[in-house]
């Protein structure tokens, strides 16, 4: 007897939970909408396109320009700006330590500008990030390569 008394109550409990866990067809329940895109996304995604230099761009390249001529002794207007790139120094030697010196070993943003002059003598040239300290490198081989195509 209380085994069909047992199986009886298991019954009923199971009828009411299954009948409580089903939503009817006039539910006051709203789904809602989820803030992630539905639509599958392409993990692939174009680069987008650098814009172009502006004169107000340039203008660090020229005043960089000046200074180096002057240094070496040249105007201004005989050297060409071949090549620019940004890159963080290991330390404030910014890629040319000097011998006998001693430099902070700190990483450093600053550029690489290679210019060069008519006869082709080329200036390997860096500086920091606002252009307030450069260098002339005299190491061989730091020009990088030439693309003619």
């Known amino acids: 007897m209380k085994k069909l008394k047992f199986a009886f109550m298991l019954a009923i409990v199971t009828m009411i939970l299954v009948a409580c866990g089903r ?14 895109p539905t639509a599958p996304v392409s993990p692939i995604s174009p680069l987008p396109v ?25 105007p201004a207007t005989a050297l060409i700006l071949v090549f620019n790139e940004q890159v963080t120094w290991p330390d404030t030697s910014l890629g040319c330590p000097q011998p006998d ?18 006869e082709g003598q080329v200036y390997q040239v860096h500086t920091d990030e606002d252009f307030e300290y450069f260098i002339i490198c005299a190491q061989p081989g730091l020009m990088p390569p030439r693309s003619d195509s």
């Not at 902070?104 to 500008?113: E, K």
């Open 101 to 118: 010196m001693m430099y902070a070993q700190v990483l450093t943003p600053g550029w690489r500008v290679v210019f060069e002059d008519a």
């Open 50 to 74: 650098p814009p172009l230099k502006t004169g107000a761009e340039e203008q660090p390249f020229s005043e960089l320009r000046a200074q180096v001529a002057d240094q070496i002794g040249l």
């Open 23 to 36: 939503p009817t067809a006039d539910s006051s329940v709203q789904p809602t909408l989820s803030p992630l």
